[in-house]
């Protein structure tokens, strides 16, 4: 099976900088997703690793560790309009081809 | 189209009724998902596409629940005889291929009554 496991709520000042962490436990690993979810609305993608090593694109930075099972991701000058929340994903391939597993999410407030 | 469509936004039924729920994915993505979101919960995935066959079933929860998709392009979510844990948000989203960024839909939210 699978686990994915990161914090359930986590909040933050504006401007400042925040991690967001997310472990997993699985089978057959081809990729890592980060999503932001505004409330009532659908995910959007944020960043993708497949190979150890951090992504960076703009703002935001995601970190992959195979070895370790484990992600983050860094959200810089935070601002009102991160409040969100933040859905890790594992990618992984079996007899059915790709599938994504999410975690529970974590909800980022974002403070004056 | 410019990204992936759903329909109907909300529905509201009575226990015990059918439901049909509709995706239309991004035009050219030949893999398309259905998820399932509870309130405060993450995705719970449902059923994969690629093309029209469905080569992953294992997340529909019970016989209730089926899906098809047509044409390599519009999928529709059925579920049978409704019950009130079938409440949530039905989110479908698609793909380039099985192997490219998901494009969420802006789900359908379900109430059963």
């Known amino acids: 099976g699978q686990n994915i496991d990161q914090p359930t709520e986590m909040t933050a000042t504006e401007g400042a900088i925040v991690q967001i962490n997310c472990t997993y436990q699985?089978?057959?690993?081809?990729?890592l997703f980060w999503y932001q979810q505004h409330a009532g609305e659908a995910p959007t993608f944020l960043s993708y690793?497949?190979?150890?090593g951090l992504e960076e694109k703009g703002r935001f930075s995601s970190f992959l560790s195979r070895s370790k099972g484990y992600s983050y991701l860094l959200l810089k000058e935070l601002q009102m309009k991160d409040s969100a929340s933040y859905l890790c994903?594992?990618?992984?391939?079996?007899?059915?081809?790709?599938?994504?597993?999410f975690g529970g999410g974590t909800r980022l407030m974002v403070k004056p | 189209g410019a990204g992936v469509s759903q329909s109907p936004s909300n529905k509201v039924t009575e226990k015990g009724k059918d439901v049909e729920l509709r995706c239309d994915p991004i035009?050219?993505?030949?893999?398309l998902y259905w998820y399932r979101q509870s309130l405060g919960q993450g995705l719970e995935f449902l059923i994969y596409?690629?093309?029209?066959?469905?080569?992953?079933k294992s997340g529909l929860p019970s016989d209730r629940f089926s899906a098809e998709r047509t044409g390599g392009s519009v999928s529709t979510l059925t579920i049978q005889r409704t019950q009130q844990e079938d409440s949530a948000v039905y989110l479908c989203?698609?793909?380039?291929?099985?192997?490219?960024?998901?494009?969420f839909g802006p789900g359908t939210r379900l109430t059963v009554l």
């Open positions: 989203a698609s793909s380039r291929d099985q192997y490219s960024e998901q494009f």
């Open positions: 699985t089978s057959g690993f081809n990729g």
């Open positions: 690793n497949v190979l150890d």
């Open positions: 994903a594992v990618r992984s391939v079996g007899n059915a081809g790709n599938m994504l597993t």
């Open positions: 035009s050219g993505h030949t893999a």
């Open positions: 596409f690629q093309g029209n066959s469905a080569p992953d």
